[in-house]
């Protein structure tokens, strides 16, 4: 028989340069850090590992790091999923495997640092989500496979089920490092420039206006005079208007009866 394959770190860390970001760092306790709870850590970084969220980590601003779920499988093919008590199709990620990675995890964290679990079930991620985030010390996410995850897992260490949106995805990876990278820009020092967070898509809870830069005309399109003239409060106005606009038209959810018509 052909023994069942392990997806340990050693085997993948010599292929994959860019886990080098996450080795051999010490951990600080002012240094905001992400715990992956994943069958399969070589995915990480991943797109973490690029542009200023790859540089962020490089720099030290924050940490990432991986627990293998498989290392806590059970028996000699390391199992970590049985089938569903009750029947149904597909397997179910075991609590005895899920609870020690979960602990192994936890040993790390300290101050405020939630445990989130990716779930298509779970509240929708969105911007206030990642503001939160990153005013924690850290967070620890599970990312789940097959047909979820023991429930009393969630309950035993009160985890909260978070979603992209309302849709199914193979695994919480993808997800997690979704949610990552929106945390991580937020942080001290992440950006070149902080004010880029203030003005951006629901950070004020409205949708970015347009934004224009050079040539002045292009395929006989211009820039709209107004961004031109060098007045900041009519450039101001416009911009806010413009917010207002496409978030009822693209968005109208968005809207509160206190936004008023203009």
Known sequence: MKPTRSHGRQSIRATLQPRELMQDKPDYADVWQARIVTLFPDLFPGVLGASLSGKALQDGLWQLHTHDLRQFGIGKHRNVDDTPAGGGAGMVMRADVVGPAIEAAQAHAHGRWPILYMSPRGRRFDQAMARDLAGCAGVTMLCGRFEGVDERVIEHYGITEVSLGDFVMTGGEL???AMIDATVRLLPGVLGNAESTVEESHSNGLLEHPQYTRPAIW??????????????????????AQSLTLTRSRRPDLITDEDGDT
């Open 175 to 177: 997800a997690a490092q």
């Open 219 to 240: 395929n006989d399109r211009e820039i709209p005079p107004v961004l031109m003239s060098g007045n900041h409060g009519e450039i101001a106005k416009w911009r806010s």
